[in-house]
Protein backbone atom coordinates (compact mmCIF):
# COMPACT_ATOMS: atom_id res chain seq x y z
CA UNK A 1 0.00 0.00 0.00
CA UNK A 2 1.47 3.42 -0.88
CA UNK A 3 2.70 6.11 1.86
CA UNK A 4 1.48 9.42 1.46
CA UNK A 5 2.91 11.84 3.53
CA UNK A 6 0.49 15.02 4.90
CA UNK A 7 1.58 18.35 6.42
CA UNK A 8 1.14 19.10 9.95
CA UNK A 9 -2.28 20.42 9.45
CA UNK A 10 -3.67 17.99 7.90
CA UNK A 11 -1.67 15.72 10.17
CA UNK A 12 -3.64 17.77 13.06
CA UNK A 13 -7.12 17.27 11.10
CA UNK A 14 -7.28 13.72 10.46
CA UNK A 15 -5.71 12.74 14.20
CA UNK A 16 -9.41 14.80 15.51
CA UNK A 17 -11.07 12.60 13.58
CA UNK A 18 -11.39 14.61 10.00
CA UNK A 19 -12.51 12.09 7.42
CA UNK A 20 -11.71 14.15 3.78
CA UNK A 21 -8.24 14.66 2.35
CA UNK A 22 -7.66 17.85 0.25
CA UNK A 23 -5.44 18.69 -2.44
CA UNK A 24 -3.33 20.94 -0.59
CA UNK A 25 -3.27 18.22 2.47
CA UNK A 26 0.13 16.43 0.50
CA UNK A 27 3.44 17.29 0.81
CA UNK A 28 4.50 16.03 -2.76
CA UNK A 29 1.36 16.66 -5.68
CA UNK A 30 -0.83 14.15 -5.69
CA UNK A 31 -0.18 10.89 -7.92
CA UNK A 32 -1.72 8.24 -6.34
CA UNK A 33 -5.01 6.62 -9.25
CA UNK A 34 -8.56 6.92 -8.88
CA UNK A 35 -9.38 4.32 -6.33
CA UNK A 36 -6.15 3.55 -4.80
CA UNK A 37 -5.72 2.62 -1.48
CA UNK A 38 -3.05 4.23 0.38
CA UNK A 39 -1.38 4.86 3.81
CA UNK A 40 -1.36 8.33 5.40
CA UNK A 41 1.58 9.28 7.25
CA UNK A 42 2.79 12.52 9.09
CA UNK A 43 5.87 14.80 8.20
CA UNK A 44 7.95 11.75 10.32
CA UNK A 45 6.75 9.24 8.37
CA UNK A 46 4.50 8.41 11.91
CA UNK A 47 0.74 6.27 10.76
CA UNK A 48 -1.95 8.35 10.65
CA UNK A 49 -5.22 6.25 8.74
CA UNK A 50 -5.39 4.39 5.57
CA UNK A 51 -7.48 6.12 3.11
CA UNK A 52 -8.73 5.50 -0.73
CA UNK A 53 -7.92 8.54 -3.24
CA UNK A 54 -12.17 9.82 -5.04
CA UNK A 55 -12.12 13.06 -6.32
CA UNK A 56 -15.90 14.62 -5.46
CA UNK A 57 -16.00 18.77 -5.29
CA UNK A 58 -13.46 19.63 -2.81
CA UNK A 59 -11.93 16.30 -1.04
CA UNK A 60 -9.54 13.94 -3.28
CA UNK A 61 -9.94 11.38 -0.75
CA UNK A 62 -11.73 9.83 2.57
CA UNK A 63 -10.07 8.02 5.79
CA UNK A 64 -11.40 4.89 6.03
CA UNK A 65 -9.99 3.89 9.59
CA UNK A 66 -7.20 5.12 11.75
CA UNK A 67 -6.31 1.75 12.48
CA UNK A 68 -3.32 0.49 11.60
CA UNK A 69 -4.15 -3.04 11.83
CA UNK A 70 -7.45 -2.54 10.31
CA UNK A 71 -7.69 -4.27 6.83
CA UNK A 72 -9.61 -2.80 4.23
CA UNK A 73 -11.27 -5.92 2.55
CA UNK A 74 -14.72 -7.18 2.12
CA UNK A 75 -14.53 -7.96 6.62
CA UNK A 76 -14.66 -3.90 6.84
CA UNK A 77 -17.39 -2.79 4.78
CA UNK A 78 -19.77 -5.67 6.17
CA UNK A 79 -19.12 -4.13 9.74
CA UNK A 80 -19.90 -0.80 8.56
CA UNK A 81 -23.26 -1.81 6.64
CA UNK A 82 -24.03 -3.68 10.40
CA UNK A 83 -23.34 -0.37 12.34
CA UNK A 84 -25.69 1.62 10.01
CA UNK A 85 -28.29 -1.52 10.16
CA UNK A 86 -28.08 -1.56 14.04
CA UNK A 87 -28.88 2.80 13.80
CA UNK A 88 -31.65 2.56 12.16
CA UNK A 89 -33.41 -0.66 13.76
CA UNK A 90 -36.31 1.32 14.88
CA UNK A 91 -37.60 2.21 11.31
CA UNK A 92 -37.13 -1.53 10.12
CA UNK A 93 -40.18 -2.45 12.47
CA UNK A 94 -42.41 0.78 11.46
CA UNK A 95 -44.26 -0.19 9.17
CA UNK A 96 -45.86 3.41 8.31
CA UNK A 97 -42.24 4.89 7.23
CA UNK A 98 -40.35 2.14 4.64
CA UNK A 99 -38.39 4.32 2.57
CA UNK A 100 -35.38 6.43 4.38
CA UNK A 101 -31.75 6.57 4.41
CA UNK A 102 -29.86 3.55 5.30
CA UNK A 103 -26.46 4.67 4.98
CA UNK A 104 -25.18 8.08 5.11
CA UNK A 105 -21.39 8.71 3.77
CA UNK A 106 -18.97 10.07 5.64
CA UNK A 107 -21.55 10.06 9.05
CA UNK A 108 -21.67 5.95 8.72
CA UNK A 109 -17.86 5.97 8.36
CA UNK A 110 -17.71 5.59 4.16
CA UNK A 111 -17.06 8.87 2.34
CA UNK A 112 -18.58 8.84 -1.12
CA UNK A 113 -21.27 6.68 -0.88
CA UNK A 114 -24.81 7.30 0.50
CA UNK A 115 -27.49 4.00 0.67
CA UNK A 116 -31.32 4.88 0.36
CA UNK A 117 -34.11 1.77 1.03
CA UNK A 118 -37.81 1.53 -0.58
CA UNK A 119 -39.32 -0.79 1.25
CA UNK A 120 -36.49 -3.86 0.44
CA UNK A 121 -35.16 -2.31 -2.45
CA UNK A 122 -32.06 -0.26 -2.36
CA UNK A 123 -30.37 2.69 -4.14
CA UNK A 124 -26.57 3.08 -3.98
CA UNK A 125 -25.50 7.08 -4.99
CA UNK A 126 -21.50 6.38 -5.81
CA UNK A 127 -20.15 10.61 -5.94
CA UNK A 128 -16.30 9.40 -7.81
CA UNK A 129 -14.82 6.88 -9.42
CA UNK A 130 -12.59 5.87 -6.62
CA UNK A 131 -15.03 4.69 -4.35
CA UNK A 132 -17.09 3.43 -7.31
CA UNK A 133 -13.70 1.12 -8.06
CA UNK A 134 -14.54 -0.82 -5.53
CA UNK A 135 -18.61 -1.42 -5.57
CA UNK A 136 -17.48 -5.57 -6.50
CA UNK A 137 -16.45 -6.05 -2.84
CA UNK A 138 -18.55 -3.69 -1.49
CA UNK A 139 -21.99 -5.06 -3.24
CA UNK A 140 -20.82 -8.45 -1.83
CA UNK A 141 -20.19 -7.41 2.02
CA UNK A 142 -23.86 -5.37 1.48
CA UNK A 143 -25.56 -8.23 0.23
CA UNK A 144 -23.99 -10.75 2.93
CA UNK A 145 -25.11 -8.60 5.93
CA UNK A 146 -28.55 -7.83 4.81
CA UNK A 147 -30.20 -11.39 3.59
CA UNK A 148 -31.57 -10.88 0.28
CA UNK A 149 -32.75 -7.43 -0.17
CA UNK A 150 -35.03 -7.47 -2.88
CA UNK A 151 -32.98 -5.46 -5.39
CA UNK A 152 -30.23 -3.23 -6.01
CA UNK A 153 -29.90 0.26 -7.76
CA UNK A 154 -27.08 2.93 -8.44
CA UNK A 155 -26.84 6.31 -9.49
CA UNK A 156 -23.51 7.40 -10.69
CA UNK A 157 -22.83 10.85 -9.47
CA UNK A 158 -19.21 11.44 -10.90
CA UNK A 159 -18.61 13.65 -13.91
CA UNK A 160 -17.13 10.89 -15.55
CA UNK A 161 -19.75 8.63 -15.67
CA UNK A 162 -21.75 8.12 -19.62
CA UNK A 163 -24.51 6.28 -17.58
CA UNK A 164 -26.75 8.29 -14.64
CA UNK A 165 -29.10 5.21 -13.39
CA UNK A 166 -28.75 1.60 -13.68
CA UNK A 167 -30.29 -2.01 -12.17
CA UNK A 168 -27.66 -3.50 -10.31
CA UNK A 169 -28.80 -7.02 -9.03
CA UNK A 170 -31.76 -8.97 -7.61
CA UNK A 171 -35.22 -8.45 -9.35
CA UNK A 172 -36.53 -5.04 -10.39
CA UNK A 173 -39.35 -3.32 -8.97
CA UNK A 174 -42.31 -2.36 -9.71
CA UNK A 175 -42.70 0.91 -11.71
CA UNK A 176 -43.60 3.39 -9.84
CA UNK A 177 -43.03 1.52 -6.81
CA UNK A 178 -45.64 2.74 -3.67
CA UNK A 179 -43.41 3.17 -0.51
CA UNK A 180 -44.56 5.11 3.02
CA UNK A 181 -43.86 7.79 5.12
CA UNK A 182 -45.43 8.98 8.12
CA UNK A 183 -48.79 6.49 6.76
CA UNK A 184 -48.61 8.47 3.53
CA UNK A 185 -47.96 6.45 0.30
CA UNK A 186 -45.73 8.07 -2.28
CA UNK A 187 -45.01 6.86 -5.82
CA UNK A 188 -40.67 6.39 -6.27
CA UNK A 189 -38.93 5.50 -9.68
CA UNK A 190 -35.71 3.84 -9.01
CA UNK A 191 -34.36 3.62 -11.97
CA UNK A 192 -35.04 6.91 -13.68
CA UNK A 193 -32.29 9.51 -13.73
CA UNK A 194 -30.60 11.07 -10.50
CA UNK A 195 -33.51 11.13 -8.52
CA UNK A 196 -36.36 8.77 -7.04
CA UNK A 197 -39.61 11.39 -6.67
CA UNK A 198 -39.08 12.13 -3.31
CA UNK A 199 -36.68 13.69 -0.88
CA UNK A 200 -36.15 11.76 2.14
CA UNK A 201 -34.41 14.33 4.33
CA UNK A 202 -37.63 16.21 4.54
CA UNK A 203 -39.44 13.65 6.08
CA UNK A 204 -39.58 15.40 9.11
CA UNK A 205 -40.70 18.49 7.50
CA UNK A 206 -43.58 17.16 5.53
CA UNK A 207 -44.65 14.92 9.13
CA UNK A 208 -45.02 18.02 10.69
CA UNK A 209 -47.04 20.22 7.95
CA UNK A 210 -49.24 17.63 8.40
CA UNK A 211 -49.85 17.05 11.70
CA UNK A 212 -49.79 20.54 12.95
CA UNK A 213 -49.85 23.11 10.35
CA UNK A 214 -52.25 22.04 7.17
CA UNK A 215 -55.64 21.54 8.62
CA UNK A 216 -58.01 24.05 6.70
CA UNK A 217 -55.37 25.89 5.39
CA UNK A 218 -54.07 26.93 1.45
CA UNK A 219 -50.79 25.76 1.46
CA UNK A 220 -48.42 26.83 -1.42
CA UNK A 221 -45.78 24.69 -2.31
CA UNK A 222 -43.42 26.04 -4.57
CA UNK A 223 -40.53 24.29 -6.50
CA UNK A 224 -42.79 21.73 -5.68
CA UNK A 225 -41.24 18.60 -7.74
CA UNK A 226 -43.65 15.42 -7.64
CA UNK A 227 -45.78 17.34 -4.87
CA UNK A 228 -44.96 15.60 -1.69
CA UNK A 229 -45.34 18.37 0.54
CA UNK A 230 -48.68 18.72 -1.23
CA UNK A 231 -50.02 15.71 -0.51
CA UNK A 232 -48.64 15.51 3.10
CA UNK A 233 -50.91 18.85 3.37
CA UNK A 234 -53.66 17.16 1.71
CA UNK A 235 -53.68 14.33 3.82
CA UNK A 236 -53.52 16.33 7.12
CA UNK A 237 -56.44 18.23 5.99
CA UNK A 238 -55.93 21.19 3.94
CA UNK A 239 -58.25 23.13 2.23
CA UNK A 240 -56.80 23.51 -1.16
CA UNK A 241 -53.22 23.18 -2.58
CA UNK A 242 -51.16 24.79 -5.10
CA UNK A 243 -48.19 22.82 -6.82
CA UNK A 244 -45.87 24.94 -8.99
CA UNK A 245 -42.92 23.45 -10.58
CA UNK A 246 -41.26 24.64 -13.80
CA UNK A 247 -40.69 20.62 -15.13
CA UNK A 248 -43.44 19.48 -17.47
CA UNK A 249 -43.01 15.91 -15.61
CA UNK A 250 -44.07 17.45 -12.47
CA UNK A 251 -47.97 17.30 -13.43
CA UNK A 252 -48.22 13.51 -14.40
CA UNK A 253 -46.04 13.07 -11.02
CA UNK A 254 -48.02 15.37 -8.52
CA UNK A 255 -51.44 14.03 -9.90
CA UNK A 256 -49.71 10.74 -9.76
CA UNK A 257 -49.00 11.25 -5.53
CA UNK A 258 -52.61 12.54 -4.89
CA UNK A 259 -54.34 9.45 -6.75
CA UNK A 260 -51.88 6.87 -4.89
CA UNK A 261 -53.43 8.13 -1.45
CA UNK A 262 -56.92 8.29 -3.06
CA UNK A 263 -57.07 12.16 -3.24
CA UNK A 264 -58.52 13.61 -6.56
CA UNK A 265 -55.90 16.11 -8.27
CA UNK A 266 -58.44 17.96 -9.79
CA UNK A 267 -59.55 18.95 -6.18
CA UNK A 268 -56.16 21.01 -6.11
CA UNK A 269 -53.67 23.32 -8.54
CA UNK A 270 -50.93 21.89 -10.03
CA UNK A 271 -49.00 24.67 -12.09
CA UNK A 272 -46.10 23.59 -14.70
CA UNK A 273 -44.46 26.88 -14.51
CA UNK A 274 -41.68 29.14 -13.83
CA UNK A 275 -42.07 29.93 -9.97
CA UNK A 276 -41.33 33.13 -9.81
CA UNK A 277 -43.64 34.21 -12.75
CA UNK A 278 -46.19 32.58 -10.81
CA UNK A 279 -44.90 35.22 -7.83
CA UNK A 280 -46.17 37.69 -9.97
CA UNK A 281 -49.16 36.45 -11.41
CA UNK A 282 -50.17 35.65 -7.97
CA UNK A 283 -49.48 39.40 -7.15
CA UNK A 284 -51.34 40.69 -9.89
CA UNK A 285 -54.47 38.37 -8.73
CA UNK A 286 -54.05 39.19 -5.09
CA UNK A 287 -53.55 35.76 -4.00
CA UNK A 288 -52.98 34.99 -0.57
CA UNK A 289 -52.08 31.62 1.14
CA UNK A 290 -51.93 30.51 4.65
CA UNK A 291 -48.78 28.45 3.82
CA UNK A 292 -45.91 28.55 1.71
CA UNK A 293 -43.70 26.03 1.43
CA UNK A 294 -40.11 26.86 -0.44
CA UNK A 295 -37.61 23.84 -0.98
CA UNK A 296 -35.51 25.70 -3.95
CA UNK A 297 -32.25 24.04 -5.67
CA UNK A 298 -28.82 25.07 -4.23
CA UNK A 299 -28.65 26.09 -8.08
CA UNK A 300 -31.05 26.34 -11.26
CA UNK A 301 -31.14 28.08 -14.59
CA UNK A 302 -33.95 28.29 -16.55
CA UNK A 303 -34.36 30.23 -20.04
CA UNK A 304 -35.04 33.53 -18.53
CA UNK A 305 -33.20 33.00 -14.89
CA UNK A 306 -30.63 31.69 -12.81
CA UNK A 307 -31.16 30.94 -9.49
CA UNK A 308 -28.48 30.21 -6.34
CA UNK A 309 -29.01 30.25 -2.94
CA UNK A 310 -26.29 32.28 -1.77
CA UNK A 311 -26.89 35.14 -4.00
CA UNK A 312 -30.49 35.02 -4.72
CA UNK A 313 -32.49 34.02 -1.43
CA UNK A 314 -33.22 36.89 0.26
CA UNK A 315 -34.88 37.84 -2.85
CA UNK A 316 -36.81 34.60 -3.33
CA UNK A 317 -38.16 35.11 0.56
CA UNK A 318 -39.19 38.70 0.01
CA UNK A 319 -41.86 37.36 -2.93
CA UNK A 320 -42.47 34.36 -0.28
CA UNK A 321 -43.57 37.23 2.26
CA UNK A 322 -45.47 39.33 -0.20
CA UNK A 323 -47.81 36.03 -0.98
CA UNK A 324 -48.09 34.78 2.53
CA UNK A 325 -51.45 35.91 4.43
CA UNK A 326 -50.83 38.07 7.80
CA UNK A 327 -50.40 35.68 10.27
CA UNK A 328 -49.70 32.82 7.70
CA UNK A 329 -46.46 30.02 7.62
CA UNK A 330 -43.39 29.97 5.82
CA UNK A 331 -41.44 26.77 5.66
CA UNK A 332 -38.34 27.89 4.22
CA UNK A 333 -35.84 25.64 3.28
CA UNK A 334 -32.03 24.93 2.14
CA UNK A 335 -29.51 22.20 1.39
CA UNK A 336 -26.67 24.06 0.54
CA UNK A 337 -23.40 23.10 1.95
CA UNK A 338 -22.26 26.66 1.57
CA UNK A 339 -24.86 27.99 3.73
CA UNK A 340 -24.22 27.80 7.58
CA UNK A 341 -27.20 27.77 9.92
CA UNK A 342 -26.48 31.54 10.91
CA UNK A 343 -26.36 32.66 6.94
CA UNK A 344 -29.37 31.02 6.44
CA UNK A 345 -31.05 32.94 9.74
CA UNK A 346 -29.53 36.29 8.26
CA UNK A 347 -31.08 35.86 5.22
CA UNK A 348 -34.50 35.29 6.84
CA UNK A 349 -33.75 38.46 8.66
CA UNK A 350 -32.63 40.67 5.73
CA UNK A 351 -35.66 39.74 3.86
CA UNK A 352 -38.26 40.57 6.63
CA UNK A 353 -36.70 43.85 7.00
CA UNK A 354 -36.60 44.56 3.67
CA UNK A 355 -40.35 44.18 3.77
CA UNK A 356 -40.90 46.50 6.64
CA UNK A 357 -42.38 43.16 8.40
CA UNK A 358 -42.18 41.31 11.40
CA UNK A 359 -41.61 37.40 11.87
CA UNK A 360 -40.93 34.87 14.54
CA UNK A 361 -39.43 31.34 13.89
CA UNK A 362 -41.89 28.81 15.46
CA UNK A 363 -39.66 25.34 14.76
CA UNK A 364 -36.43 24.56 13.33
CA UNK A 365 -35.68 21.62 11.61
CA UNK A 366 -31.96 19.96 10.86
CA UNK A 367 -31.38 16.69 8.56
CA UNK A 368 -33.51 13.75 10.33
CA UNK A 369 -31.82 10.83 11.90
CA UNK A 370 -31.37 8.35 9.76
CA UNK A 371 -29.26 11.17 8.28
CA UNK A 372 -26.18 10.12 10.50
CA UNK A 373 -23.92 13.48 10.71
CA UNK A 374 -20.07 13.23 10.99
CA UNK A 375 -18.87 15.77 13.95
CA UNK A 376 -15.88 16.71 12.41
CA UNK A 377 -17.91 17.53 9.04
CA UNK A 378 -19.59 20.75 9.91
CA UNK A 379 -21.31 20.35 5.99
CA UNK A 380 -22.69 17.05 6.18
CA UNK A 381 -24.89 18.59 8.38
CA UNK A 382 -26.67 20.15 5.35
CA UNK A 383 -30.69 21.06 5.76
CA UNK A 384 -31.66 24.06 7.20
CA UNK A 385 -35.47 24.82 7.50
CA UNK A 386 -37.12 27.40 9.91
CA UNK A 387 -41.04 27.55 9.96
CA UNK A 388 -41.53 31.36 9.78
CA UNK A 389 -44.60 33.20 11.02
CA UNK A 390 -45.48 36.19 9.36
CA UNK A 391 -46.74 38.59 12.33
CA UNK A 392 -50.13 40.22 11.52
Given at each position: ?24 D?I ?5 K ?71 G ?23 E ?46 P ?93 I ?7 Y ?66 A ?13 Y ?33
Open positions: MEQLRVKKLASKRIRQGYPMLEPLFKPLSAEGALVEIVDEKSQFLAKAYIGSENKAVGWVLTRKEDEAIDKAFFSRLFEKAREKRVSFEADATTTAYRFFNEGDGLGGLTIERYENYYVFSWYSGIYAHRQMIYEAFEETMTNPAGIYEKLRFKTSQERSRFVSGKQAPELIVMENGIRFAVYLDDGLMTGIFLDQRNVRGRLMEEYAAGKTVLNTFSYTGAFSVAAAMGGAAHTTSVDLANRSLERTREQFEVNELSPDDHTRVMDVFNFNYAKRHELTFDVVVVDPPTFARSKKRTFSVEKDYVSLLEDIIDVTAPGGLMVVSTNSRKVTREEFGFVEEAFDNKGQSSIVEEHRAPEDFTIHPAVPSSDYLKVFFVQKED
